[in-house]
């Protein structure tokens, strides 16, 4: 369970979070200990949450707009409908998350594990994808226009309606992705990518 000291600080406003976490810049990898907290709607832009265990947390609804959550642990985490824009993921923990819906316009998950996460319906619009691990993931109907994945990792995700324009996928790996369902790259323009028919592995 979280500790009701990390997320009463959390919740009593940024201020006083960032004043906390300036104050304990040594807070060992476990911590701040947010493991299975209720943050559903809350308000959390702009917040230090850098390696912070949020492993199984209902952040469903939350603004998360430009928070810092580098090496955060979210794993099993529900983020439905949160809005993570502008965030920074960078090597996030976010394997079989729920981020179903969520919007993740500019994040930078550069490196990011979402391995065997729900990604359905979410707007990833921007973001940077460089080398982050989606294997496994479900990516059916996300709008990954303008993303940077290059060298990414996409084995055996589950790419079904998924829009790539102007994506740029160099190098990136899609053996063994799910092709059975046909992939789509909306409204392109000059420069944009479709993703090629990868030969079954």
């Known amino acids: 369970m979280a500790s009701q000291k990390h997320l009463d600080l959390l919740l009593s406003g940024k201020t ?55 090496e955060a642990d979210l794993r099993n985490a529900d983020l439905r409908s949160a809005n993570l824009s502008d965030a920074n993921l960078l090597q996030a923990h976010l394997r079989w998350a729920d981020i179903r819906g969520a919007i993740l316009c500019r994040t930078n998950l550069k490196g990011a594990d979402l391995s065997k996460a729900d990604l359905r319906g979410a707007e990833l619009d921007g973001a940077i994808l460089c080398k982050a ?63 090629p028919d990868v030969p079954a592995a």
């Open 133 to 195: 691990i989606f294997a496994g993931a479900n990516v059916s109907m996300v709008n990954l226009s303008g993303t940077d994945h290059s060298k990414a990792d996409l084995r055996g995700a589950i790419l079904d309606k998924a829009i790539f324009v102007e994506a740029n996928v160099s190098r990136g790996d899609l053996s063994r992705a799910d092709r059975s369902k046909h992939l789509e790259a909306k409204e392109r323009r000059p420069g944009s990518v479709a993703v």
């Open 16 to 70: 006083l979070w960032d004043n906390w976490r300036r104050a304990n810049p040594d807070v060992q990898a476990v911590e701040p200990d947010l493991h299975v907290a209720d943050l559903h709607g809350a308000d959390l832009r702009d917040a230090d949450l850098h390696g912070a265990d949020l492993t199984e947390a209902n952040l469903q609804g939350a603004d998360l707009r430009g928070a810092d959550l580098q």
